[in-house]
């Protein structure tokens, strides 16, 4: 069954520098999202991406966030400037049609900012 | 913004005893209602999902009401099982034309003790 990936699994580094969270969304889906978590509280939507451009973001998602899709296959995550509030799971998703409803989601990568 | 509150946070029940979780969510414009079930390093999954032109769902042990007047959906697991163990999340959702807007709520963990 085909499902979404994400790498690294789990990611460290320290205050102030760049982060780059991968993913690989189901090949025939045609929209994508990330998410966060922060340890023991609930999945916050960061932001939505379609036909190359941002559809819907949330206030977390400020300048330090961008969203990339490089190639026909990733779909990418900077945060510029990591402070230590970015500590959290990070989970990607991506459905066939912001309509079609369900979302299918990464395993996600757990990001620890020192 | 969405407002979205789950009850009971934390849940325990006997193996085989049936277990109900309440999401209230606050925007009257949501129309998908989707349970995400999310278990330990891993990613939400979809459990079930109800539309808001439907009332009720069933999908052998769970179900899914919906209350769209008194902004509520429940979860309903019937005959627990020890793998039924997991935290399980609400996510209220607007879907129109182009875009899912999606809102989690806080979470309830559920421990079905064997």
């Known amino acids: 069954e085909p499902e979404v990936t994400q790498t690294p699994s789990h990611q460290v580094t320290q205050m102030g520098q760049e982060v780059i969270l991968r993913c690989v969304p189901i090949?025939?889906?045609?929209?994508f999202y990330w998410y966060r978590q922060i340890l023991g509280q609930k999945v916050e939507f960061l932001v939505s991406f379609y036909n190359n451009e941002i559809s819907e973001k949330s206030e977390i998602f400020d300048d330090q966030f961008s969203v990339e899709r490089p190639d026909g296959s990733n779909f990418t995550l900077k945060i510029r400037s990591t402070k230590l509030e970015d500590s959290a799971m990070y989970f990607c998703a991506s459905s066939t049609r912001a309509d079609e409803y369900e979302q299918y989601f990464g395993p996600g990568t757990r990001l620890t900012v020192t | 913004g969405e407002n979205v509150e789950q009850h009971p946070s934390t849940l325990s029940v006997q193996e085989g005893d049936s277990a109900v979780i309440k999401c209230t969510y606050s925007d009257s414009a949501s129309n998908y209602f989707p349970w995400y079930k999310q278990e330990l390093g891993k990613g939400p999954q979809l459990i079930i999902d109800?539309?808001?032109?439907?009332g009720e769902k069933k999908d052998q042990r769970i179900a899914v009401t919906l209350n769209k007047t008194a902004k509520h959906f429940s979860l309903h697991i019937t005959e627990t099982q020890p793998e039924d163990s997991a935290v399980y999340f609400c996510?209220?959702?607007?879907?129109?034309?182009?875009?899912?807007?999606?809102?989690f709520g806080t979470g309830t963990k559920l421990q079905v003790i064997p």
């Open positions: 090949s025939n889906h045609l929209y």
């Open positions: 996510a209220p959702a607007l879907i129109s034309g182009g875009y899912q807007k999606v809102t």
């Open positions: 109800i539309r808001s032109n439907v």
